[in-house]
């Protein structure tokens, strides 16, 4: 299959370019040519059948032409072997755990198989060296550090911002060493986005060094979160027979993961609509208020993976709809406070008994808010409430268990390294890495 770029400036490319250019020579997105709608029949069994099944069907609507079946039976089972449970959390409100991941984080799906595809590439071809940036405002470093830890030919960089990610997200990246560069950029994730940007658009960096992104402007990085909303559903069916007026509440920062969720619905998902959840860096709420996309520098929250002031899959968002009337009639917008987020997950704790991390809570607001007496409410639950320790201990005033696979990251050396807002410093730095 061929992707094409959101710009519409550049030619077309095949999977394999889409993968390792990550970022159009236009300054576009990629997007495949053809969105494959799933059978009836795949619809009906879903509820009868696994994670891995269910996942390996859809992967081949995406990567079948491009990647051997077999080699894609062993990237999805390879990927998926944790479990995602759908979980009632409240009437009609249900939460999808996509936490249970290496690095509780639902950026594990993505990062996890966008390194085994990236690998199943580069070992058809030459050993050149392949340089990962990714920025991350949380979650999305550790998920990818994680992900290409130890795989051959292969190093990854981390941009991430000073301050603005919590302790426990940043002993995830920070510590790991080997082919894993931690950068601690002095700005906000705007700015290290900024950063990964300039350098794939940079000639003479590009001809010297092999880059490719792992953020979600990569497609298999996004693609795949597409997965578990397929699965989400077969939960649900095997509870409530054919689902109807089924709602995804999606905590929003980057918007890779509510448009994945936008491909599911157009591959056929009975889905009747979506909520995009932000925090106060509400620049998409805005943009359904007005009809004028505006990004502006982002603010610092407690949920701090969303605060992103100019996302960047909003470009994938617009040219899978095409028009503005067209985006409000399947997505509408929420946004919350500081304040509102703290309420919400003290009084869902209280009330509930479930506890929520900060990004899940503006997911389960949204739909206590907005679901309709005949909606069913489903909201991502993107990571476990231990990776914000100190915020979620503070809200609640009760001691949150930190799993075992989190304590073993705290116990580790940070080992990042400092990087001005600069571009000229930082395209320095990746050239001196690759001499």
């Known amino acids: 299959m061929k992707y094409y770029s959101t710009n519409k400036n550049s030619e077309s490319v095949s ?20 969105i494959k709608q799933l059978p009836p029949a795949f619809f009906h069994n879903m509820k009868e059948m696994s994670l891995r099944e269910i996942s ?27 479990d995602i449970p ?35 590439f580069m070992n058809r071809e030459s050993r050149q060296t392949v340089n990962v940036l990714v920025a991350t405002s949380g979650d999305t470093g550790s998920a990818v550090a994680n992900g290409f830890l130890d795989v051959p030919g292969i190093k990854v960089y981390v941009l991430y911002p000073k301050d603005k990610v919590s302790k426990i997200q940043e002993m995830q990246f920070a510590t790991l060493g080997k082919n894993i560069t931690a950068l601690e950029v002095d700005g906000t994730f705007d700015d290290c986005q900024s950063l990964v940007k300039k350098a794939f658009l940079d000639k003479e960096l590009n001809e010297a060094v092999k880059l490719t992104s792992a ?88 949920a701090n993976a969303m605060d992103v002031g100019d996302p960047s899959n909003f470009a994938r968002v617009l040219d899978l709809y095409g028009s503005y009337e067209a985006i409000c009639k399947d997505v509408s917008g929420a946004s919350y406070t500081d304040e509102q987020i703290r309420e919400t997950l003290a ?53 949150v268990v930190i799993p075992l696979r989190l304590q073993e990251f705290m116990l580790g050396s940070k080992q990042s390294l400092s990087m001005p807002v600069d571009f000229g410093a930082f395209k320095h730095f990746l050239m001196n890495q690759n001499k």
């Open 15 to 34: 999977l394999r370019d889409a993968v390792i250019k990550g970022l159009a020579p236009d300054k576009g997105l990629y997007m495949p040519e053809v």
């Open 56 to 82: 390996f069907i859809v992967a081949e609507a995406f990567f079948g032409e491009d990647v051997d079946a077999g080699d894609l039976k062993k990237l999805v089972d390879e990927t998926l072997n944790f």
């Open 86 to 120: 759908l979980v009632k959390v409240s009437d009609r409100i249900y939460s999808l755990e996509l936490f249970h991941g290496p690095t509780l984080a639902f950026k594990d799906v993505g990062a996890r198989f966008m390194a085994r595809l990236l690998g199943y």
């Open 215 to 302: 953020n979600s402007i990569n497609v298999a990085r996004f693609l795949p979160q597409s997965f578990y909303y397929f699965y989400a559903y077969a939960q649900l069916a095997k509870e409530q027979k054919d689902p109807e007026n089924l709602v995804f509440s999606v905590p929003s920062g980057n918007f890779g993961n509510i448009t994945a969720g936008l491909f599911a619905k157009r591959m056929g998902l009975p889905v009747k609509r979506f909520i995009a959840a932000n925090n106060r860096n509400d620049i998409f709420l805005q943009y359904l208020r007005t009809g004028r996309y505006e990004p502006r520098p982002s603010v610092t929250t407690i």
């Open 347 to 399: 009084r869902v704790l209280k009330v509930d008994g479930y506890l929520l991390d900060p990004h899940g809570t503006c997911g389960y607001r949204a739909l206590e808010e907005g679901l309709q007496p005949d909606e069913t409410g489903i909201f991502l639950e993107t990571a476990h409430p231990s990776k914000f320790l100190e915020t979620v201990e503070s809200i609640t005033g009760a001691q």
